[in-house]
């Protein structure tokens, strides 16, 4: 079975916490390769709110910060208020760095995407209702030709096209933090327990299947 450590806690504020300490433990664990950037890939939303604004402080104090940087971004024009490097931003004001994801100039992944030292790297995934994690929606596509990225052009929620950490990145980044917070998502979680296999269902499922460390922080508080 892959390593993954549970965490279930009652209320946010605690739940929150142990995912900030769970980052914080990851970025030192490993050495960055030569040439490479360790990255700390960020879901956007509501529920990365509390965990981010608890890294300001330690990030901004390391002598080597990670690049910062969405694991999914909406295909949209720079500094879109609907992008989420944008809400990133606003979280952290200007204590840090958030790196954009796409381009939208060149209609691709920015040239720092391509230097990400995969092994020594984090990244910190929310669960949905409907079991996506990034970008990766049920029944959608979630690998193309081994890339670390992939563009899906048919979101069922707008706007449509995304880029996201595909499956395979999602595999072999050293660590993974998923946040399952919401009443709501605790079926969903339940039913990817007890069917780790089914990713085209509930990608969620593809954090159930690493042979790396993930841990899943499990709160019913909406907020």
């Not at 929150?16 to 956007?44: D, E, F």
Request: aromatic share 4%.
């Amino acid at each position: 079975m892959p390593p993954v450590t549970l965490s279930p806690y009652p209320v946010r504020s605690a739940a929150n916490s142990r995912a900030a300490r769970t980052v914080l433990n990851a970025l030192g664990r490993h050495p960055v390769a030569a040439g490479k950037q360790q990255a700390l890939l960020v879901c956007g939303g509501a529920s990365i709110a509390g965990v981010l604004t608890r890294l300001v402080t330690p990030l901004a104090a390391l002598a080597q910060a990670p690049l910062i940087m969405p694991c999914d971004e909406r295909c949209l024009p720079d500094h879109h208020p609907e992008r989420n490097d944008t809400a990133l931003r606003q979280m952290v004001s200007a204590s840090l760095t958030i790196t954009p994801l796409w381009d939208e100039a060149q209609q691709a992944a920015t040239a720092e995407s391509h230097h990400i030292d995969w092994a020594s790297s984090v990244a910190v995934v929310s669960m949905a209702d409907d079991g996506h994690i990034a970008s990766l929606f049920p029944q959608r596509l979630h690998r193309q030709q081994d890339r670390d990225w992939i563009i899906v052009a048919d979101a069922p929620r707008p706007p449509a096209r995304r880029i996201s950490l595909s499956a395979d990145a999602l595999h072999k980044v050293g660590h993974l933090v998923v946040l399952v917070f919401g009443a709501n998502k605790i079926g969903p979680w339940q039913r990817a327990l007890h069917n780790p296999q089914d990713g085209a269902i509930l990608p969620v499922c593809h954090a159930l299947q690493r042979p790396l460390p993930t841990a899943v922080v499990v709160c019913p508080q909406d907020a």
